[in-house]
């Protein structure tokens, strides 16, 4: 079997297979307010972007294949096999990878920054498959799943009716209408995330 490190990555992807079985929205609330309360103020904007898939880099489908072909070695063919079985190709990502020769590391938020912005800053499609191709192999398939959720947009974990300014304003102690107004005046959660914590709301203005 494949090791998986203990580290941020590995969190984030067992919180959203936790948000993704879980009916209650009660539940959903709970585990993302307690994973928000461990971040550090460094961790939380970018937590907030992954976690309501807004203000990240994305990939097409293309690019994203390309990568996985370099990373496992398989033919065209077993990719077109397995995706069409699957239709969603974060989960396309994880049965492939699974069969490919990695090397897992342990991740921070802080690296998962610096991958995100490496791809967004650089050139032309070739540089930046082969920038997720290196990233990949560093990675258990489970977290692999998660990165390729994350390049395409299918993550929105707690973006749904406000699911992710309730659990902001239950890990912080703060009232949901305040997280939505700050929100609403900045366009940026993470920055009422960190604003929050810190009991800086009042000062969050136009």
């Not at 929205?25 to 993302?32: A, G, V, Y």
Request: net charge neutral.
């Amino acid at each position: 079997p494949i090791s998986r490190p203990s580290s941020a990555l590995r969190d984030l992807s067992d919180l959203l297979n936790s948000l993704t079985t879980t009916a209650s929205r009660l539940k959903k609330t709970e585990l993302l307010s307690t994973f928000l309360k461990d971040r550090s103020d460094e961790e939380l904007p970018l937590v907030t972007r992954c976690l309501s898939g807004t203000g990240l880099t994305h990939l097409g489908t293309a690019m994203i294949r390309q990568s996985l072909l370099e990373v496992t070695g398989l033919p065209l063919a077993k990719y077109k096999t397995v995706s069409a079985g699957q239709n969603d190709s974060a989960r396309t990502a994880r049965l492939l990878l699974a069969e490919a020769p990695l090397d897992p590391l342990a991740h921070s938020f802080q690296q998962v920054g610096t991958y995100f912005e490496q791809l967004r800053s650089t050139d032309g499609s070739l540089a930046k498959t082969q920038l997720l191709s290196n990233w990949l192999r560093q990675c258990h398939p489970a977290e692999g799943e998660t990165i390729v959720r994350l390049l395409t947009g299918g993550l929105r974990a707690g973006a749904k009716e406000g699911l992710y300014e309730e659990a902001v304003a239950r890990a912080f102690g703060a009232r949901q209408s305040e997280i939505r107004y700050a929100a609403m005046l900045t366009g940026d959660l993470g920055e009422v995330a960190v604003a929050a914590k810190n009991q800086t709301l009042d000062d969050i203005q136009l």
